[in-house]
């Protein structure tokens, strides 16, 4: 009998210690789950500031020629830090292609600025995923890239909005960031 209790004690004893981790982790989800949500505290924390200057950036175009961000003055420009050898750029450009079809028909610009090291690659890319917008490259490593440094890119896909003044309005790893608020620069666009 009193093998009997030492085991029934046991099992309560298991069966309670079960339920006590399993309240911590569901107390823990929702604040884990933000986390796992807004990946720019994550990744985006040392992007230039809101309302800093963007630097200009020249740098050769997949079309031929230079393109600056000075090109591009008194619009709204998206600019999509991106490489085509990078799993999260490549899953995340349908969404800034939507973006481009939804936002551009208001003027704003798009420019893709890729970290591709081969040119062939790069344009494979480009092609692979039907990006439509002007495409951008120094041909160097995200480490070695000059306009990487500028914009202080650690992480990609990373994508900056640019006012028509020249400032940076958004900073971002996420692209539904990027929709929100193109969204209420231009809540008429359906």
Not at 81 to 107: M, Q, T
Not at 117 to 143: C, F, H, I
């Amino acid at each position: 009998m009193n093998k009997m209790l030492n085991i029934s004690l046991m099992a309560l004893a298991f069966a309670s210690a079960s339920l006590n981790v399993s309240a911590q982790t569901d107390a823990a989800t929702p604040a884990q789950q933000k986390a796992d949500v807004d990946l720019d505290a994550k990744y985006a924390t040392n992007l230039l500031e809101v309302g800093s200057p963007a630097p200009d950036l020249a740098i050769p175009s997949l079309g031929g020629g230079s393109v600056t961000l000075a090109d591009y003055k008194g619009k709204y420009v998206v600019v999509d830090f991106w490489a085509s050898w990078c799993p999260d750029c490549r899953k995340d450009a349908p969404n800034i292609v939507a973006l481009y079809e939804k936002f551009h028909k208001k003027g704003v610009e798009f420019l893709g600025v890729s970290f591709d090291r081969n040119q062939e690659s790069w344009k494979k890319g480009v092609e692979a995923l039907g990006l439509p917008y002007t495409q951008v490259s120094d041909l160097k490593n995200m480490r070695e890239s000059d306009v990487a440094q500028a914009y202080h890119i650690s992480w990609i896909p990373t994508v900056y909005v640019i006012d028509p003044q020249g400032n940076v309005a958004l900073a971002t790893v996420m692209s539904e960031k990027v929709a929100a608020y193109l969204t209420s620069v231009f809540p008429d666009c359906e």
